[in-house]
């Protein structure tokens, strides 16, 4: 069975750092690109970012609204994806859904919350 | 940028109707187009990729169609655990972008 996990959200000051992790099963990580996506409480859902597999490159792509702040890795040797999230802002407060595909995500987590507040 | 605009915002039917919602690109994007569901407390479900191709276990009541800048998802004969909120994405242009969501909602 494919699962994806996130995990590492919480309550962060504005400014911080935070960094979540995506621990995948069921499928060949190192096989497939990995998704980030986020949904602000009550609002519609935004792309953050995507990672390529290393036979592409391993390299990553980001939105508009985080480039330059965050950053995504990967560890295929524990199926695992990051996100490095730095100088975070109240605007970053969301849930944060890792999901297994480069387009688009066909197998999503429950997501993590990630709150940004003094 | 592409900009996705779903419409209606919200569509209230019956169990047993026929739902229609749309997707419309500000550009071309061939047939690069997702579809999703989400009901409250959940993460998003994919239901269609590739604009018209059902992911895996999603029931033949739905479909998709469409490409190039017009697209439609259609949820033949509602099931009550159907009415939940809809969303497209994009993936034929970076950055990936999503529309605002269509509420299927009990009438």
């Known amino acids: 069975e494919v699962q994806v996990v996130e995990s590492g959200g919480g309550l962060v000051q504005p400014g911080r750092s935070l960094r979540l992790s995506c621990t995948a099963s069921g499928f060949i990580f190192g096989d497939h690109g990995m998704n980030w996506f986020r949904q602000a409480p009550g609002k519609g859902l935004e792309w953050v970012g995507f990672i390529r597999t290393k036979a592409y490159g391993g390299t990553a792509e980001y939105g508009a609204s985080v480039k330059g702040r965050f950053t995504i890795s990967r560890d295929d040797s524990k199926s695992i994806a990051y996100l490095q999230m730095n100088s975070l802002k109240t605007e970053d407060t969301a849930v944060y859904y890792c999901?297994?595909?480069?387009?688009?995500?066909?197998?999503w987590g429950q997501g993590t919350l990630v709150t940004v507040s003094a | 940028e592409t900009v996705l605009t779903q419409s209606p915002g919200t569509l209230s039917l019956s169990p047993g109707e026929r739902a229609t919602l749309s997707c419309r690109a500000t550009q071309a994007i061939t047939t690069y187009l997702a579809w999703y569901q989400q009901k409250p407390g959940q993460a998003p479900r994919l239901l269609i990729y590739g604009a018209a191709s059902r992911a895996t276990g999603i029931p033949d009541r739905f479909s998709g169609s469409g490409s190039g800048t017009d697209f439609t998802l259609t949820i033949n004969r509602l099931e009550p655990e159907d009415f939940a909120v809809y969303y497209c994405q994009q993936y034929g242009s970076s950055p990936w972008t999503f529309g605002q969501g269509t509420k299927v909602e009990i009438k």
């Open positions: 999901t297994r595909g480069t387009w688009y995500g066909d197998y």
